[in-house]
């Protein structure tokens, strides 16, 4: 039996609720910690462009998940029949123009927060506040997106190739990094009052480089099978979207032998950085000095990520043969 849009999205919406009031504190926390446990009114502008990335990225499959949800009817969404959508909703339902006009109000958000209160309970009030904001976000999104899929509209963009698909993660990921760890520069372990070719720096800049990895390899273990066969039905992709592994004798190495060698490769990488710096006395802000610390992690990131999206469009081209398979036969009248 296909349930109902109202009992499924009751469902849906609690998981939904619970994944961000799981995410966004954690991803406010670690801003949080790194800045001493206090949030200043010039942190706003930093936290407002987090959360508006954040927002992007919460949104940027919604619309080839519920593409997939109705073409294998795991939903009824007759309700949605004859609805139609506006090219206003349509345009400032994009993820990208929703997570600009997003921007300025977390801004006024935060700062007013920043101004009130002691810094503990600043912090709780966001933690409780910006997953209903996203939320109410996420939602209006989503009745916009069912009715561009119930409707059949034509995509909205092609992507070539997983190449290219990967780019905006992988940039966005980055620049969360670089928004997240940019209090650190107050911090004594990256103090630059010994050089760069400090020990105690390059072990710090080493731990740090390597926690910012984890994180992004945890927060990209989700599925994508489902959003890319989404894709599929919404003809934004093709069945050549993934046509070779690259690297491919390192991705068959063990994971474990991976992060040995990035390891290794990754301490070589920052003693050199650090000892061109302290050489020719150069002076660069330390964004710039983790993210060229960074870079071999950050292309580790990306091969990983392709390894394991590659897989994941494998999978989804299999499913969606079953599929075809599958309608054929029930099209097929039984004598």
Same mark, same amino acid.
């Given at each position: +039996?296909?349930? $109902?849009?109202?009992?499924?999205?009751?469902?849906?919406?609690?998981?939904?609720?619970?994944?961000?009031? !799981?995410? &966004?504190?954690?991803? #406010?926390?670690?801003?949080?910690?790194?800045?001493?446990?206090?949030?200043?009114?010039?942190?706003?502008?930093? %936290?407002?462009?987090?959360?508006?990335?954040?927002?992007?990225?919460? &949104?940027?499959?919604?619309?080839?998940?519920?593409? *997939?949800?109705?073409?294998? =009817? @795991?939903?009824?969404?007759?309700?949605?029949?004859?609805?139609?959508?506006?090219?206003?909703?349509?345009?400032?339902?994009?993820?990208?123009?929703?997570? %600009?006009?997003?921007?300025?109000?977390?801004?006024?958000? !935060?700062?007013? +927060?920043?101004?009130?209160?002691?810094?503990?309970?600043?912090?709780?009030?966001?933690?409780?506040?910006?997953?209903? %904001?996203?939320?109410?976000?996420?939602?209006?999104? =989503? #009745?916009?997106?069912?009715?561009?899929?119930?409707?059949?509209?034509?995509?909205?963009?092609?992507?070539?190739?997983?190449?290219?698909?990967?780019?905006?993660?992988?940039?966005?990921?980055?620049?969360?990094?670089?928004?997240?760890?940019?209090?650190?520069?107050? $911090?004594?372990?990256?103090?630059?009052?010994?050089?760069?070719?400090?020990?105690?720096?390059?072990?710090? +800049?080493? &731990? #740090?480089?390597?926690?910012?990895?984890?994180?992004?390899?945890?927060?990209? #273990?989700?599925?994508?099978? *489902?959003?890319?066969?989404?894709?599929?039905?919404? =003809?934004?992709? $093709?069945?050549?979207?993934?046509?070779?592994?690259?690297?491919?004798?390192?991705? @068959?190495?063990?994971?474990?032998?991976?992060?040995?060698?990035?390891?290794?490769?990754?301490?070589?990488?920052?003693?050199?950085?650090?000892? !061109?710096?302290?050489?020719?006395?150069?002076?660069?802000?330390?964004?710039?000095?983790?993210?060229?610390?960074?870079?071999?992690?950050?292309?580790?990131? *990306?091969?990983?990520?392709?390894?394991?999206?590659?897989?994941?469009?494998?999978?989804?081209?299999?499913?969606?043969?079953?599929?075809?398979? !599958?309608?054929?036969?029930?099209?097929?009248?039984?004598?």
């Amino acid at each position: +039996m296909i349930p $109902d849009y109202t009992t499924f999205i009751r469902f849906h919406d609690k998981r939904m609720l619970a994944l961000l009031y !799981i995410l &966004l504190p954690v991803m #406010l926390g670690f801003y949080w910690r790194n800045n001493g446990y206090v949030l200043f009114p010039a942190d706003a502008g930093i %936290i407002a462009a987090l959360l508006s990335i954040t927002l992007f990225n919460t &949104l940027f499959d919604v619309k080839a998940s519920w593409a *997939y949800s109705s073409v294998l =009817r @795991r939903v009824d969404l007759s309700c949605f029949n004859g609805q139609r959508c506006t090219g206003v909703s349509r345009f400032l339902s994009r993820p990208a123009v929703l997570s %600009i006009i997003a921007f300025p109000l977390f801004w006024l958000l !935060i700062l007013s +927060m920043s101004l009130w209160g002691e810094d503990s309970q600043r912090y709780y009030w966001l933690a409780a506040l910006l997953p209903l %904001i996203f939320y109410v976000l996420y939602h209006h999104v =989503r #009745l916009v997106y069912i009715r561009q899929v119930i409707a059949a509209l034509p995509p909205s963009g092609a992507v070539k190739n997983l190449y290219r698909y990967l780019w905006t993660p992988l940039l966005l990921s980055l620049l969360v990094s670089l928004l997240s760890v940019s209090p650190l520069k107050n $911090d004594d372990d990256f103090s630059l009052s010994e050089g760069y070719f400090s020990g105690k720096l390059m072990v710090a +800049m080493w &731990l #740090l480089c390597a926690a910012v990895l984890g994180l992004n390899l945890l927060f990209n #273990l989700w599925s994508k099978r *489902y959003i890319f066969l989404g894709r599929i039905f919404l =003809r934004e992709i $093709d069945f050549y979207f993934s046509p070779r592994i690259p690297l491919s004798q390192l991705q @068959r190495l063990p994971f474990v032998a991976r992060m040995i060698l990035l390891a290794v490769l990754n301490t070589g990488w920052i003693i050199l950085i650090s000892a !061109i710096l302290a050489l020719t006395g150069w002076q660069v802000k330390f964004e710039l000095y983790f993210l060229c610390c960074y870079l071999p992690a950050a292309g580790y990131l *990306y091969l990983h990520l392709y390894w394991h999206w590659h897989n994941e469009f494998l999978l989804t081209c299999d499913m969606y043969f079953r599929y075809e398979v !599958i309608k054929k036969r029930q099209a097929i009248p039984v004598l």
